[in-house]
């Protein structure tokens, strides 16, 4: 069990250019959450997978914000043209869920995002 | 819809003395609850959790919990504080019947001094 892992961990990127990032749940897990961190604040829900499936999406997730999680493994986070409030902590967490039962969640470092 | 309000956003207290942060959390019915811990740089760390059952819940490195829904509290405890302990702690709550998308306070910042 090698946990949660996040890539890149730091990404400093100039406003308007296109940004993406990774998370590796841990394997066996069939659930993969992402969550936005502002600095002062708690980690705000984005969306989810089961699977390859994105069940939901939050009203945070502009139009801008794509997530995919093609093969039901690894997940990707893609923003384009980013903009100074894009700025935060990125967190990726999964959970394994089971005849409707599901884990807690576990999350991995987090990927910083700063817009300049 | 439910929210999760953590009563101050910096705590400071002495090595060795008791730590409490305090948790509220609104919800139509009880939800699951949690706790977590953020050293910097790093991802979350869960603490302890309430679902069901015994509403004193302990959890890791001598924290405890207890879940009072009369008071929709989850106040999180520690007898003896020590400076490793220095972090930022969020409460969470996710709906009732299983873990889902967790709805985190603002965080409460704990400092501690010799």
């Known amino acids: 069990d090698t946990g949660v892992s996040q890539n890149p961990r730091h990404k400093i990127t100039k406003r308007g250019q296109n940004v993406t990032f990774r998370c590796d749940p841990i394997?066996?897990?069939?659930?993969l959450y992402w969550y936005r961190q502002t600095l002062g604040q708690g980690p705000e829900f984005l969306t989810y997978?089961?699977?390859?499936?994105?069940?939901?999406k939050s009203r945070l997730l502009s139009d801008r914000f794509s997530a995919e999680r093609p093969k039901g493994s690894f997940s990707t986070l893609e923003i384009q043209r980013t903009e100074q409030g894009d700025s935060a902590m990125y967190l990726c967490?999964?959970?394994?869920?089971?005849?409707?039962?599901?884990?807690?969640?576990?999350f991995g470092p987090g990927t910083r995002l700063t817009v300049t | 819809a439910q929210s999760v309000t953590q009563l101050g956003s910096h705590v400071s207290v002495s090595e060795g003395a008791l730590v409490l942060l305090r948790c509220n959390y609104s919800?139509?019915?009880?939800?699951?609850l949690f706790w977590y811990v953020q050293y910097p740089n790093q991802g979350l760390q869960l603490l302890l959790k309430?679902?069901?059952?015994?509403?004193l819940v302990k959890g890791i490195n001598g924290f405890e919990a207890e879940f009072k829904k009369s008071e929709t509290s989850f106040h999180l405890t520690k007898p003896s504080a020590h400076m490793s302990d220095a972090a930022e702690y969020f409460c969470?709550?996710?709906?009732?019947?299983?873990?889902?998308?967790?709805?985190f306070g603002a965080g409460t910042r704990l400092a501690v001094h010799p």
């Open positions: 967490a999964s959970s394994l869920e089971v005849g409707g039962r599901n884990s807690e969640q576990y």
């Open positions: 394997s066996e897990h069939n659930r």
């Open positions: 997978f089961q699977n390859e499936a994105q069940l939901e």
């Open positions: 919800s139509s019915v009880p939800p699951y």
């Open positions: 309430y679902t069901t059952g015994a509403t």
């Open positions: 969470a709550s996710s709906g009732s019947g299983g873990y889902n998308k967790l709805i």
